[in-house]
């Protein structure tokens, strides 16, 4: 049987936030104002309004929503009028129009009223789902989203004429006077929408250039003039807390937003350049962040071995490959394969990317001396299981990540390093003898990107001979039918939509561990290796290609083929 909920009231005197007398004192206020209790203890300042947003979500057994840094999806705000959401006290936060459901705010926890009266104003087929706000900021909010311009193309030329342009949720007299603000909102929301993994903001001597990172590689979407820039600028440091005032120094910060109805964190970079300063936002949103383990796009092959690798009690596991390489995704993806209420794994980055449950995460600070050899250091002393360390940079912390492994600790991290056999000249270069790196290391996993076709353009075409051989096939076979990417509206006429990863995996055996002891040469290694079923990158994504997922151009893209044309 369900235990009735108390009231809102006795609620939040049970949770410590009002005193018995202060619950009194709003009781017979309200008796004499009518206003709902919770709103009257705002009111009278006994609690604050996110306090009650979230006590009463908790009542509820609902979600509560902070609106202040939220960004919401332009389609949902068209499917309710601006003087709906205001009798109603809502405001639309996402729509997804494939499963016809619809996110809104509440100001309110009658939950059920408000759901009667939505289904009398939307389509029959839509679904709701209710989330708390606070009151003033359901106002705020609507105020500050409905009935201006929020298209980048509009915002623009109301700054550049300075006229808002008119619309249908606005009565006459109204206004919003701060386009700037909107013209940010509009771009990091876009930014998003397209899944760029980074915004570039580069002012040049007459105008600022404005290129996104999709899957990849960097695109110009805009070019505005460069009176634009100055109050861009502010704004974008004002959102992450950076000094506004300091323009000849780099700064760093954070922003952390609530895009479409999810969490969505953006690292902020400043640069000062002759034309001004160069700001770079790096996209974290939690909801592509943290992938499943089969969802990385693997092979059965490479999923079984990177499962026998994980499965290992205690040692070393590497991740290479550069920048952009998707090394945070696939640590991720191995930490939630691990992770459960019986291990403490611990983590130390530069800085923490994804918030993840249950797990133990710290950002390297140079204000606190805390790097990472010191990190680890430190966590050997709060009795982990598993340890991430963010990047192997020097011997030190090469050093420290060996000597977890060696007592007992499974350890992952990431070296930048253009092969996973690769990583072992580097590890002896930190100063790790091989010694240490035999028996030590459980695997080393080399990666990259590369863009998938998209499927509803891509033409197909009969390999040339170059094709066969740059695939590592006979010349003199048959002909296999290789996909080229055409482009076409669904892929913004790219040829690509998405990417996934082509990997390589060194799965340490006992003859491997002889082999490094014994300081062999890199084609003794290699040669070991591929008798026990190591694959190069080049052949995984040779697979690929063959399979109609990725074109041979991608793939020359990112990994170096030029030998195969040259037995």
């Known amino acids: ?263 969505v964190d953006f690292r902020i970079a400043t640069q000062p350049t002759i034309h001004g300063e160069n700001i770079v936002l790096r996209i974290l949103d939690r909801q592509k962040g943290i992938v499943p383990l089969h969802g990385l796009g693997l092979s059965d092959t490479h999923l079984d071995t990177l499962k026998l690798m994980i499965a290992r009690p205690e040692g070393l596991i590497l991740v290479t490959g550069p920048t952009g390489s998707g090394k945070t995704t696939t640590l991720y993806s191995m930490l939630g394969h691990i992770n459960a209420e019986t291990i403490n794994i611990m983590t130390l980055e530069d800085p923490v990317e994804y918030p993840m449950p249950q797990i133990r995460q710290t950002t390297v600070a140079d204000a606190a001396r805390l790097d990472f050899a010191n990190g680890v250091r430190s966590m050997l002393r709060q009795d982990p299981d598993v340890i991430l360390v963010g990047e192997i940079r020097d011997g030190d912390t090469a050093r420290m990540a060996f000597q977890a492994a060696m007592t007992g600790h499974q350890v992952y991290s990431t070296l930048h390093t253009s092969s996973a056999l690769g990583a072992l000249p580097r590890l002896r270069e930190l100063g790790v003898p091989a010694e240490i790196l035999s028996g030590n290391l459980i695997g080393i996993l080399a990666q990259r990107l590369l863009r998938r076709l998209c499927q509803h353009c891509l033409e197909m075409h009969p390999a040339e001979e170059y094709e066969l051989r740059l695939l590592g096939l006979d010349p003199s076979a048959e002909r296999p039918l290789l996909p080229h990417a055409k482009g076409c509206p669904a892929c913004e006429h790219q040829g690509y939509r998405g990417r996934l990863a082509i990997m390589e995996l060194l799965r340490f055996d006992e003859d491997l561990e002889e082999l490094v002891a014994r300081h062999a040469t890199h084609r003794e290694i290699q040669n070991c290796a591929r008798q026990k079923g190591f694959r190069p990158l080049a052949e995984d994504g040779s697979r690929l290609v063959l399979a109609g997922i990725t074109s041979l151009e991608e793939l020359s893209r990112v990994v170096d083929l030029s030998g195969r044309l040259h037995p």
């Open 1 to 263: 049987m369900t235990l009735p909920r108390p009231p809102i009231g006795e609620s939040l005197r049970q949770r410590g936030l009002i005193s018995a007398d202060q619950l009194h004192i709003a009781l017979r206020e309200q008796a004499r104002s009518g206003e709902a209790l919770g709103r009257q203890l705002v009111l009278l300042g006994f609690v604050s309004e996110t306090a009650l947003r979230d006590a009463l979500a908790h009542a509820l057994a609902c979600q509560s929503v902070d609106l202040t840094s939220l960004i919401p999806d332009q389609a949902a705000l068209a499917l309710l009028h601006r003087d709906q959401a205001r009798r109603l006290r809502l405001l639309p936060i996402s729509h997804d129009d494939r499963n016809r459901r619809l996110i809104l705010a509440a100001a309110h926890s009658d939950t059920v009223s408000v759901q009667d009266h939505l289904r009398a104003l939307l389509p029959a087929d839509t679904g709701i789902e209710l989330r708390l706000a606070g009151d003033s900021e359901i106002d705020q909010a609507i105020d500050r989203f409905y009935g201006h311009e929020l298209s980048i193309d509009g915002i623009l030329r109301e700054i550049e004429t300075g006229v808002a342009e008119p619309s249908p949720f606005l009565h006459p007299g109204e206004h919003y006077a701060q386009p700037v603000v909107r013209l940010i909102d509009a771009l990091l929301a876009d930014a998003v929408r397209r899944s760029a993994s980074d915004i570039h903001f580069e002012p040049e001597s007459a105008f600022l250039r404005i290129r996104y990172r999709l899957d990849g590689l960097l695109r110009q979407i805009r070019a505005l003039h460069q009176s634009c820039w100055p109050a861009m600028a502010v704004r974008l440091k004002v959102m992450a807390g950076l000094n506004i005032a300091e323009t000849r120094a780099p700064q760093d910060g954070r922003i952390s937003l609530q895009i479409s109805g999810r969490p």
